[in-house]
């Protein structure tokens, strides 16, 4: 029975016909961790792309909405502007307010390519596409998780002026570029007292790194002592506004 449905599932997709939900076993995501771009964002110039890590709580809610995806038709071609796209490196998922494509290459690097139409209210229930699939956000070189507070302080130069500022606080994690784990751990926050350009000192609030609470990982996964240069990359990572 096993066998008859796998087969089932590659003459639907390897065929130009349409792919009825009886007629295939369930789609599933790769293992991998997925970038998600949104469309809207970077018409507003904000291009930082963002992750929905594997297994986590957003990766299993898409996963679960792929597997029950019917009506899907095999095509030579996506074209249409996504509202949202969620990728990796074997996988894709565009998605406007009338159509989804799904695209995945095969162990035999084949290309498949599946679209459908969609009702526009679809696109609302979707929780994978909300504030939890995007809570890693890219900083430079690195992703993060965590929160920034904001603060202010008075600059005395010719004219007094209120200067807006974001400091880390709490709990964070940090992934590299490879969407591998590089740190977590809890931000200490410290005041100094600064002297400005014209004369007036102000408090200022800064985040630091004490490596006590802190674990940092290696390529592998592995725990390490951290480099200088990493703890004082992390504690200067600045909020994208």
């Known amino acids: ?3 008859y449905r796998l087969t089932l599932l590659i ?3 390897y065929s130009l016909t349409s792919c009825n939900k009886d007629e295939y076993t369930q789609l599933k995501l790769p293992k991998e961790n997925l970038e998600f771009y ?3 964002l970077e018409q507003m110039g904000r291009k930082e792309n963002k992750i929905i890590l594997k297994n986590s709580k957003s990766y299993k809610e ?3 909405y792929i597997s029950e995806l019917d009506s899907l038709k095999t095509t030579n071609s ?5 509202k949202y796209t969620i990728i990796s490196d074997s996988f894709k998922l565009s998605l406007n307010y009338e159509k989804l494509g799904i695209e995945y290459l095969t ?3 084949k290309h498949v390519r599946l679209i459908k139409n969609i009702h526009y209210e679809e696109i609302f229930s979707l929780n994978f596409l909300g504030s939890e699939a995007n809570e890693y956000k890219k900083f430079g070189d690195f992703y993060g998780i965590g929160q920034f507070k904001k603060h202010t302080y008075l600059f005395c130069g010719l004219e007094a002026d209120s200067v ?5 606080k709490g709990d964070w994690k940090f992934l590299n570029k490879e969407k591998q784990l590089v740190a977590e751990g809890t931000f200490d926050v410290l005041t100094d007292t600064i002297k400005g350009h014209g004369g007036c000192f102000y408090p200022y609030k800064y985040s630091k790194i004490d490596t006590k609470k802190w674990k940092f990982y290696n390529d592998k996964q592995k725990l390490v002592n951290p480099s200088l240069s990493l703890i004082y990359k992390l504690e200067n990572l600045k909020r994208i506004k």
């Open 1 to 3: 029975m096993k066998f």
């Open 11 to 13: 003459i639907c997709l």
């Open 38 to 40: 949104s469309f809207g």
């Open 62 to 64: 898409l996963e679960k």
């Open 78 to 82: 996506i074209n249409f502007q996504p």
């Open 107 to 109: 162990k035999e690097n």
């Open 164 to 168: 807006k500022y974001w400091y880390k």
